[in-house]
């Protein structure tokens, strides 16, 4: 069992930027990998990026590919996103969250964070 708790949301203007963490429980975070996924208000919850287990080959969306960093720290058992050049469609709900298999689908991470808002004003 893993439990995942986000931090680091917050309001910032459009071209700043942000921080975001995720900090797991238990001794098995470096068992999965690990993604980052948002929702807007009425929209489909959706993939951001994601990492593997040792840490490399991180991937991302399309509309956050040069902006969006994730790196992650198996001795803290943390994973971070760091959002630099925000825009205002990047305001949602920020979602960290553990699996088996590194992909963009949702069903495929069985463990959840509660989430963390960004709001990016323009």
């Known amino acids: 069992q893993v439990q995942l708790a986000e931090s680091g949301g917050g309001l910032v203007q459009a071209g700043g930027s942000l921080r975001l963490s995720c900090a797991s429980s238990?001794?098995?975070?470096?068992?999965?990998?690990m993604g980052w996924f948002r929702q807007a208000p009425g929209k489909e919850r959706e993939f951001v990026g994601g990492?593997?287990?040792?840490?490399?080959?991180?991937y991302y969306a399309d509309s956050v590919k040069g902006r969006f960093t994730i790196s992650r720290d198996n001795a803290k058992n943390t994973v971070s996103l760091q959002m630099n050049s925000l825009k205002p469609e990047d305001t949602a709900v920020y979602y960290c969250?553990?699996?088996?298999?590194?992909?963009?689908?949702?069903?495929?991470?069985?463990?959840w964070g509660q989430g963390t808002q960004v709001t990016v004003s323009s």
């Open positions: 990492i593997n287990k040792s840490g490399g080959s991180p």
């Open positions: 969250a553990a699996g088996d298999s590194l992909n963009y689908r949702p069903t495929s991470y069985n463990f």
């Open positions: 238990g001794r098995t975070f470096s068992y999965y990998v």
